[in-house]
């Protein structure tokens, strides 16, 4: 990049940006949309809109078969996408990158492909108190099937896991760590690095469930030296049903496969079938071929973005909302930790997340309520349901005023 | 549409403040439980049936104020009344949510009729109906627990 171009993207321009975004531009209940529901999903730039367009209206065919045109440029469609997520997360080689369609099957393949063949009766699978329920249940299934132990480090009142606790909790009987990178219900960002090289102090490998954190932060998967990562593109900017594992070539070599099909093998006979190399063992049957164009399509909005500019903006909103939310009497955040990604989950005295959402869904703005499938987090903060507004970079101080301003009626009808 | 007036109603917003027979019923002889797993939302129902009649009836449990008060209002309908009659309550308010557009038993919801607003709004229709079809199954003996999932 040279000076100049540096200059340029300094200036960081919302508005701009937000033009890239044809959803942000409509009405809801007759108020202009404002979207604070990015942790459940995001929006999707124009130029993602158009790859899955492009790709439909002048390349569809099937990959890594056929001879003809279309399914080369398919395949090198596909496969190219693949190569940007590789360089996005700076993992070492394409093989170690795995489509799936989210990062509840990334997780649930290592449940199957890992875990099943390494876990015994007595060992130990260590995940947080703040887990999204897609990071706790199939390691249960794992536990329950092989007579092993679930461990859950715990957490703090602001939302921090007890790394003392986890250090206690690490043994040689641990098999495997699963812990989030940044927290959906808290947005807590978990010192992952640490985490990782705890865990492989006593050989276990680690798998870090990365939803949250790379529309956020830059990810390196050799700054983090975890074993596997997984995460969404729907999250990313990028479509849904289609989502990434990235796992550590020794590893994903030895392991069998999750799935069979099509595509994941070498040679099929009655008597044996090889199976196909990395990745494609791991990618049975016909991918999601315009997902995987677009999430790059995605990747490469975000790169030219530049995560310098996207943090700087979402910290920043991150400090203005916790501001403007804590001086709200009968407003109280769930969630505070120092050192947090941009997740605004509160609650309120006299009404509930519930009522709150619809109150605040009338004047077009769009929050998520419940539990956000961590009910386990709200055990521990000893409260049913939040009402969360999660930020992306093309939310403004105005979404963060027009919630407060929300908030306000909120308090009207329940005093 | 109707707006957030319709829906949040003062008879509501006081039965989700001050919820009547909010309470066990200690010789409740028909309890049932319900939850909402999307949300979280959490019922029991207690009944105390006696010769057809429902003698007593409470409940307890976490949720927004549409589930509470409609809970809340449900236990003064049903109250006293023959388990036939409970039944009838329970077709009217259901139809009333769960129908937009179709005609009112006025007579038999009575106070029931400031939560019909809920039915222009889908998401929640869920929340008002969770007690309602938990006080239907403590009343049938189904023991299961009810979702309205």
Redesign the interface.
């Known amino acids: 990049m040279t000076t100049g171009d540096r200059t340029a993207a300094a200036a960081f321009d919302v508005e701009k940006v937000r033009d890239d975004f044809p959803i942000l531009k409509q009405q809801v209940n007759g108020h202009p949309l404002v979207y604070l529901d990015n942790g459940a999903t995001s929006q999707k730039p124009q130029s993602v809109i158009d790859a899955i367009v492009r790709y439909y209206t002048t390349t569809n065919a099937n990959v890594h078969r056929g001879v003809h045109t279309l399914s080369q440029q398919a395949t090198d469609g596909y496969e190219g996408a693949r190569a940007k997520i590789r360089r996005f997360i700076n993992a070492g080689d394409d093989r170690e990158i795995i489509f799936t369609r989210n990062t509840t099957e990334g997780i649930n393949l290592v449940a199957h492909s890992y875990a099943r063949q390494h876990v015994g009766p007595g060992d130990d699978i260590i995940v947080s108190n703040m887990e999204h329920h897609s990071n706790i249940v199939p390691w249960q299934i794992v536990c329950e099937e092989k007579g092993a132990n679930l461990r859950v480090v715990p957490i703090d009142d602001t939302g921090e896991l007890l790394m003392d606790e986890y250090e206690k909790m690490l043994s040689p009987r641990t098999k495997l760590v699963s812990i989030t990178h940044v927290s959906n219900a808290l947005g807590t960002i978990l010192p992952a690095a640490q985490i990782v090289s705890m865990a492989h102090a006593y050989g276990a490998p680690v798998l870090l469930d990365g939803a949250q954190a790379v529309p956020h932060m830059p990810v390196d998967m050799q700054e983090l030296d975890c074993d596997f990562y997984a995460f969404s593109g729907h999250k990313l900017f990028g479509p849904t049903g289609i989502g990434i594992l990235y796992g550590k070539s020794d590893l994903l070599e030895a392991m069998p496969p999750f799935m069979g099909g099509g595509d994941m093998i070498k040679s099929v006979t009655f008597e044996k079938t090889i199976y196909n190399d990395l990745p494609y063992k791991f990618e049975a049957g016909t991918p999601d071929i315009a997902g995987a164009i677009a999430l790059g399509a995605a990747v490469d909005y975000v790169n030219n973005l530049g995560f310098d500019q996207i943090t700087a903006h979402e910290e920043e909103l991150l400090r203005y909302g916790t501001q403007a939310l804590t001086s709200i009497a009968g407003v109280k955040l769930i969630g505070t930790a120092p050192h947090k990604a941009g997740i605004l989950s509160f609650t309120m005295d006299n009404a509930h997340p519930h009522d709150i959402g619809t109150i605040l869904d009338e004047q077009g703005i769009a929050i998520r309520t419940g539990h956000h499938c961590a009910q386990p987090v709200m055990l521990r903060f000893q409260i049913p349901a939040t009402a969360r507004a999660s930020l992306a970079f093309y939310n403004t101080k105005e979404d963060i005023d027009a919630l407060v301003k929300g908030i306000d009626r909120v308090l009207e009808v329940f005093g | 549409m109707p707006?957030?007036n319709d829906?949040?109603q003062e008879i509501l917003?006081e039965h989700n403040?001050k919820p009547r027979n909010f309470r066990e019923v200690e010789e409740a002889n028909k309890t049932s439980e319900g939850y909402n797993p999307?949300?979280?939302?959490?019922v029991t129902i207690y009944l105390k049936v006696i010769d057809g009649l429902i003698d007593d009836v409470g409940f307890q449990g976490?949720?927004?104020?549409?589930s509470?008060a409609s809970a809340s209002m449900m236990t003064q309908s049903i109250k006293g009344q023959s388990v036939e009659k409970a039944q009838e309550i329970f077709d009217a308010f259901h139809d009333m949510i769960t129908e937009p557009g179709a005609e009112l038993d006025y007579d038999t919801l009575g106070d029931l009729e400031t939560l019909s607003g809920v039915n222009a709004?889908p998401?929640?229709i869920k929340?008002a109906v969770l007690a309602w079809h938990t006080m239907k199954a403590a009343l049938t003996g189904d023991a299961d627990a009810i979702t309205t999932e």
């Open positions: 707006g957030l829906l949040y917003l403040s999307l949300c979280g939302d959490q976490s949720g927004c104020a549409i509470r709004y998401t929640r929340c």
